[in-house]
């Protein structure tokens, strides 16, 4: 395969197919992203367990594209719950998702 004569849309397009809007919990940041667009994200955060993904185009305007729930481990340890209930939360949400 000759590097110079792929078409990167086109290989994109067949190898991962159509974004769809999803949300997964990130150990890491302790949260729970869920994201409406396939775009760069700058997130405005409203409250210490929200921030919102806002999408910014070239002309100023912002568009929602996603959300996070912060500290939802945290939560969970704190008020005793097991965390095999984040992962339930993660499906329910992405339930939610396919049926909008």
Known sequence: M???KINI???VAEHLGKFKP???FNKHLDCVHVEFQDCTQVEV???RFISIGVNRNRYGLEKLAGFSINGIAYFFNHF???PR???RIVRGLN???EVL
């Open 9 to 11: 849309k086109a290989f």
């Open 45 to 47: 955060r409203i409250n």
């Open 80 to 82: 005793g719950l097991p």
């Open 85 to 87: 209930g984040i992962p």
């Open 2 to 4: 000759d590097i110079e």
């Open 22 to 24: 999803h949300a997964y």
């Open 95 to 97: 339930w939610m998702l």
